[in-house]
Each structure stands twice: as C-alpha cells, then as structure tokens.
C-alpha cells in the first residue's frame, strides 16, 4: 500500500527509488484535467458518468451464461444484478436490483476524540467482511498498533491493539490481508524498528506476533506489505533502512504459525516496498519507494517510479521504471493489482507543475497496454490505491485538493479494461465543512464492491481512519 502521504504526516517523508533511464514514455494515455463532481458521504451521492458508463450498465442486464435478459424481481440474482430483494451492506434492494454506479452505500469511522488515529491496510474475506490495520498514538506518545472488524453491512464487529510500555518502541500495522486457507487475519508492519507480523483469528484473539531482524546496528526495519499465499504460506515484505545507503529489500515467507521458512534478500536496486501481490501461479510483484542517504539526507537525484515481478522462487520476470516529465522530482507507484488475465494496473503519482495522477496497466509480460492520467490544472493529486474487477474494470485511488484554503478530498475513478473512464467520485469527511480526506489502499468483496480506506484531518485537531463502501 502507499505510504507517501502517512509518513509525511507522522514521522518522515518517503522518496521513490532512483533507476535507470529507461522509463516508460510511451502508449495510449487519456488525460483529464476536468473537475471532478463532488459528492455529499451519503447514500445516493452524485457522481459523474461517461456514456461509456451507461451503455456497460445496460449490458449488465443481460444474463451473460445464456444471453437472456436478467429478470429483477424474481428473488434470484442474476448477472447484472447486485441483490434481488432483501437488504445489501445494509441497505433495501433497489428497485432496479443494482445500485447506481459509484454510489457509497456506507461510510465507516475509526478513531476517539483527540487520539490521532492513521490508515494501514484494508482486506475483504470470503462473506465480505472487512478487516483494516493501523495505528493510532496516545498522549504518552505510545503508539499502538491497531486491527479492527467490519461486517459487509459496515458495523464495527471488534477492535484489538497491541502495544509496548515505552514510546521508544512502536507498533504500527501497515498492510493486512485474510488468510487464503484458514481463519487468520495477517497484520504487518513496524514493531521496536523491526519487520513485525501479528496473526488474528477473525473472531478477534490474536493467534501469534513475530519479528524479524535481518542485522545491523543502526537499521530500521519495516514490514510494509503482507500477503497470503496459497499452502498455507504468508509473504512479507521488509524494508531495511541503512544511513550507511545500503537498503535491500527482504522478502520473508513464513508458514500459518509464525515460522520463518525462506528469507529472500532483493539489493539491486535498492528497493523500499510499497505493495507486494501474489497471482495464482505465485508470481511476486513489488512496487514502492526508497531513500537514497547522503551524509544522513536524501541526495538530490530524480525518483523513478518502479515494479518488478518474480516467480515463485524468487527469480526475476520482468521489471520496469516510469519518469514523469519533469527530470528532476519524485514519481512512485503506490499499489499494483493483478487483473483476470495476469496483468498488473498500477497507480501512483507523478511531477509535472503539481502533483498528478498516473494509472498504467501492463500485460502479464510486462507491455504497456495503457496508461491514465487524472491532472487538476492547479491542484495537485495524488494517487495512492489500485484495485481490478472480475471483469478487468479498474479502480484508481487517492485524493485531491480542491480550493486555495487547501481542502483535500478522497477520490475514485472507474476505467473499463481498455481504459476508458466510466466514472469519478469525490467525497470530504461527513462531520466537517473543511477537512482534508486522504484515500489510501483499495479492496474488493465477493460481490464486487469496493471498499476504500482513508483517513479524514479536521481543524479542530480529530484525525479518523475512515471506510467507504462503493457500489461498481
């Protein structure tokens, strides 16, 4: 997931990794520079649509395994249909069996008054429901890692915290993901400065808590992503910061009970990882961001956006780097997704006179099929979440700002598989006129909905980690 916009606002600002030159420069590339609509957080917000959007939905309709017309109303749900009757998230079936495109259907809040509370990661299980990691800090300054439940309806079921006595060794979960063959919930992050992996049954008892340390006196470890794989095995990501400049990557395979089982070590070139994802045949895909140290400050150099993608035993496919059009700033990818067919999307963020954001879809081999941009013409924007359909429509996530008092939405767009936009939505925190809304990491359920994880600031000092569930 992106970290970018958390660590700016907690402990310290990310850079993305310096590559070689050659960055992709070229495909197919929708730009908007358009204003997007901005919608109230409630139930039947307005959004904006394409025609592209409208023809797709009306296809919906029809049964897709026999060609015949989807019949709402006959308490089956059919292709095209999102519930036939009853209740969905919690709320009535509409009329038309599917709700409208990019409509949030709830908005969770997580958070106590006066305690900062900040976003980690987000995942959806096999009944829909959603599990987010974070970490808050308290008076003492004694920061407390955080695992929490949603139900699909968007109830907080439980939230459990780990922590330590002292302020001088934190807890912080950066990326959660749902046991692929058991009952677990899988929270890595930072613990005391190492790489740490916490295992929660879902009910909410934490199973077992591990950390790594793969050496050195002065370096800061963290895991930044975890993933469940398939044989009971858990991914993890750990970035090692060194002031010495040497900064590899540490690939970290555990097994269902918290033992280490094969350590993969990744130094060229020296990575920061943002996201890691697993495909069906294991293939490994890492994007992110890295210090580059000099006399202990970062050196003046251009971020090179980057993914690289490896078999299941660590071997490299393929790998890429992507430059914005201005020579000397930062770009970065923030999470990647694999689509149906084995492609990747990514979506980051690029320099041109602000901050812009950048969406690219790769095949499974590596080729550019294309790429997206979402530039105000004044205000930066920032991209920091990625997520596929089944049927390969894209999810693009971040926030912006909107207005010179320098208030910031959450934002999401929908693209099909080939790239057109369908639609976007923006939304700002439902308890303030003036907040600044920050998305970060996307999920989808089993039923097609997506949920996007944020966190909301307002100026009287209250800091929530915000969920929004949003109909396709």
């Known amino acids: 997931m992106h970290r970018c916009w958390r660590r700016q606002s907690l402990f310290a600002v990310l850079a993305t990794l310096a590559c070689a030159d050659d960055h992709v420069d070229a495909g197919p590339e929708a730009t908007d520079s358009s204003t997007s609509t901005t919608g109230g957080a409630t139930t039947g917000s307005t959004i904006s649509a394409s025609a592209e959007s409208t023809s797709e939905s009306t296809a919906a309709d029809e049964d897709g395994s026999t060609g015949a017309q989807a019949l709402c109303g006959n308490g089956i749900v059919e292709s095209g249909e999102q519930c036939d009757g009853g209740e969905i998230a919690g709320l009535p079936c509409p009329v038309t069996c599917a709700f409208d495109p990019g409509q949030e259907l709830w908005v969770a809040r ?90 929660w049954t879902r009910s909410g008892d934490l199973a077992w808590t ?9 370096s800061r470890f963290k895991a930044e992503s975890v993933v469940s794989m398939p044989r009971g095995r858990v991914l993890v990501a750990c970035a090692q910061t060194d002031p010495a400049g040497v900064n590899p990557l540490h690939l970290l395979e555990y ?37 580059a140290f000099g006399c202990g400050a970062p050196v003046p150099r251009p971020f090179d956006a980057w993914i690289s993608v490896y078999d299941a035993r660590g071997v490299p496919l393929w790998d890429m780097t992507a430059d914005g059009p201005v ?50 013409p004044v205000f930066e924007d920032v991209g920091t979440g990625a997520a596929v359909g089944t049927d390969g429509s894209v999810f693009a996530h971040g926030y912006t700002r909107v207005d010179d008092a320098g208030d910031v939405d959450h934002w999401l767009r929908k693209y099909d598989s080939e790239g057109t936009e369908l639609w976007t939505q923006t939304w700002s925190d439902p308890d303030s006129s003036f907040s600044w809304d920050y998305g970060s990491e996307l999920a989808i359920d089993p039923s097609g909905f997506v949920l996007a994880l944020g966190t909301a600031y307002t100026p009287d000092g209250e800091q929530d980690v915000i969920v929004r569930k949003i109909a396709p």
């Open 110 to 199: 997580l958070g106590e008054a006066g305690i900062p509370e900040f976003a980690g990661g987000i995942a959806v299980d096999d009944i829909g429901a959603v599990f987010v990691g974070g970490y808050f800090a308290d008076p003492d300054f004694i920061v407390y890692g955080r695992v929490a439940r949603l139900e699909p309806d968007g109830t907080w079921t439980w939230s459990q915290t780990t922590s330590s006595s002292t302020a001088d060794v934190a807890h912080e979960y950066l990326d959660v993901d749902v046991d692929a063959e058991g009952d677990l919930v899988f929270a890595a992050g930072e613990i005391g400065n190492l790489c740490g992996l916490s295992a």
């Open 210 to 218: 591990v950390t790594h340390d793969p050496g050195g006196p002065d």
């Open 255 to 291: 097994d269902r009970q918290g033992e280490l089982i094969v350590t993969t070590v990744i130094d060229d070139p020296v990575p920061s990882p943002s996201n890691v994802i697993v495909d069906p045949q294991l293939a490994r895909s890492v994007t992110g961001q890295s210090f």
């Open 327 to 376: 020579d000397f700033d930062v770009d970065y990818y923030s999470q990647v997704a694999f689509g149906p067919d084995d492609g990747i999307v990514a979506v980051g963020t690029f320099h041109a006179e602000s901050s812009d954001i950048w969406v690219h879809a790769f095949d499974a081999d590596g080729t550019q099929r294309w790429r997206a941009t979402y530039s105000d």
